[in-house]
């Protein structure tokens, strides 16, 4: 397996993997299916540009061979600079508790000391616990902190953070 970035050119496979997260994962993403799918190609190309900008944040992809088999967001937080977030962490099933979500949590926190930040945080599905496996296990505590899952209320997301 290896990581790579997303490149700027590559609007579609960005559109299509955030697609296949949610289809598999609907409660676990604060997005709607019909919402991303309603979409036009103009909203993944900004999205895109948002994190393919040296500068700005960043997708990376983890491939086996020619396979995506996950993905996830190294994000700048939008209320403290010392801090980044890691969001959008999606692995495909076949490829589930092989290692491929500890890779892009390390990807996304060395991007992370790389830009001088001094702690990563995320929210992750309160009834996931895979999800909240994985992040424990990469250093990650839980602040305590809950809120609704913005796509599915009857859901909550825990805020978890770890310090670089």
Not at 32 to 56: C, F, M, N, Q, S
Not at 71 to 100: C, F, H, I, K, N
Request: aromatic share 8%.
């Amino acid at each position: 397996m290896h990581i790579r970035t997303l490149e700027p050119h590559e609007v579609g496979l960005h559109r299509e993997l955030s697609l296949q997260a949610l289809q598999g994962a609907p409660d676990s993403f604060g997005a709607r299916l019909a919402e991303l799918e309603a979409h036009p190609i103009a909203y993944w190309e900004d999205l895109t540009r948002a994190v393919t900008e040296d500068g700005k944040h960043v997708m990376f992809l983890a491939y086996e061979g020619e396979v995506v088999c996950g993905s996830a967001y190294g994000l700048l937080d939008r209320e403290r600079t010392d801090m980044g977030r890691v969001g959008g962490m999606w692995v495909a099933p076949a490829w589930q508790r092989q290692g491929v979500g500890k890779a892009l949590v390390q990807a996304v926190c060395a991007w992370a000391r790389r830009r001088g930040l001094q702690r990563m945080g995320l929210w992750a599905p309160a009834h996931s616990a895979a999800a909240l496996a994985l992040y424990h296990q990469a250093g990650f505590h839980d602040t305590g902190r809950r809120r609704p899952l913005p796509s599915n209320p009857a859901r909550q997301i825990v805020e978890m953070e770890y310090e670089l």
